[in-house]
């Protein structure tokens, strides 16, 4: 039975999403032609009952001047959450079409974690534009998400949260969350806090509802409920949640006075937005780097580390003119030396990959290294060992001559073992330097395998000849 796509919503006879769960070109097509005839009823009848995700995905498909018309045809009824759903550069696009008073309107039934997330890449102008239209409640919890550090816990924190003190019965705190309509849209626990609004612990919903109602709160609560700072790093944050399986956890700031709450659904962007700077940083690609960005963005992001790597490459070079003699004589060397110098790069590359991640996760740290460095040199023999033999075996009965398999035998494991080397090495020394192992290792390892790749195969190449 074929697969059938992710989301059948429709509209009319035409699917939202195809197989591969990519936005229909049909369903664009009809969207297309509501904005531009105008039609408003139209619209609304194709994109006002999706999920905003689903909206988020849809204007990134649309063409770049009819996305703002989208947001003005469907006015009120354009849920402002999509923004958060799209790529950096979309977003900032479409909020230099509209108005301040546009963003500002749409923006008033946001959770805050999301409208700080619009709100902390525009130019503080037009930051405080858009906060002078707003009430003055949300106007002070926005500004105050916005003066914590750009990848803290505070920005990406919900400034809506249920606490109550810890006097409160269970009876009184299920009828406050009845009658009050102030509520967060989502909680999955309520906070107990102090007269100075400090947090002295939390009760799960579901401990609150199984319990009878004359039970006081206090005895309830979780005191040593796991918290965060407001200005913890989001990445720490992320590894408690993956590390204890948390749902939310609660902000305070340094007087431990609850400030917000961070929710699993954050930190899953977090991660996601973490391995993908960390993939991309790995291929010498800056971290904010989107699909939506012109060509001169990206060639401008990229020029930097590919000029790193052409010095590094003249230098890889530079190795060959040692033995400029030998390749003359022999121009099976010439044919060889890159495979010994490819191999190595690859198996860099591998050891890198996992050193980096590794680091990232903490999962590689002083206490294991020594070790890992070890598996890693022991890992670069054993593939040395088998590639010397096949590589071997194959020039051999290339250029009918044993003595270039044993060359390239010796050379590949030397370079095998230096690749296993560079690529813990680098990165581990990179990070005790402080700067960011994804980043930087790439282009280095790659000059040590090519160097020691060239170096030993050429000199092993003059030794073993001129000893003949």
Known sequence: MPNQP?????????????????????????????????????????????????????????????????????????????????????????????????????????????????????????????????????????????????????????????????????????????????LPERFFEIHVVDADYKLLGAVALDTLLRTRRPTLVADLMDAGRRRVRATDDLEEVARMFERYNLIAAPVVDDGDRLVGVVTVDDVVDVIEEEAEKDIKALGGVTGDEELSDSVWTIARGRFNWLLVNLATAFLASSVLGLFEGELEKMVALAVLAPIVASQGGNAATQTMTIAVRALATRELHDGNAARIVLR?????????????????????????????????????????????????LVPLVIERFRLDPAVSSGVFVTTITDVVGFFSFLGIASLWFGLK
């Open 376 to 424: 890693e040199v022991l890992v670069g023999v054993v593939n040395g060992l088998a590639f010397a033999v096949i590589t071997g075996v194959a020039a051999a009965a290339w250029f009918r001559t044993v003595d270039l398999g044993v060359v390239i035998g010796l050379a590949m494991i030397c370079n095998l073992v230096a690749a296993a080397l560079g690529g813990i």
């Open 6 to 182: 992710e989301t059948s919503t429709e509209a009319g006879d035409v699917v939202l999403r195809d197989e591969d769960g990519a936005i229909e070109a049909g369903f664009v097509a009809r969207v297309t032609s509501a904005i531009e005839a105008e039609d408003a009823a139209a619209l609304r009848r194709l994109v006002g009952d999706l999920h905003e995700a689903d909206v988020g995905d849809l204007i990134e498909a649309l063409d770049p001047e009819l996305r703002p018309r989208l947001i003005a045809l469907l006015g009120a009824d354009f849920d402002f959450t999509a923004l958060v759903e799209v790529d950096d550069a979309v977003r900032e696009e479409i909020l230099d079409e509209l108005a301040p008073e546009a963003v500002a309107e749409g923006m008033r039934d946001l959770d805050s974690d999301d409208a700080v997330y619009i709100l902390e890449d525009l130019p503080k102008d037009e930051q405080d534009e858009i906060l002078e239209q707003l009430p003055s409640l949300d106007r002070r919890a926005l500004e105050r998400s916005l003066q914590y550090p750009e990848n803290s816990a505070g920005r990406r924190m919900q400034s809506e949260y249920v606490a109550v003190p810890p006097s409160w019965t269970v009876g009184h705190t299920i009828d406050f969350l009845r009658e009050n309509e102030e």
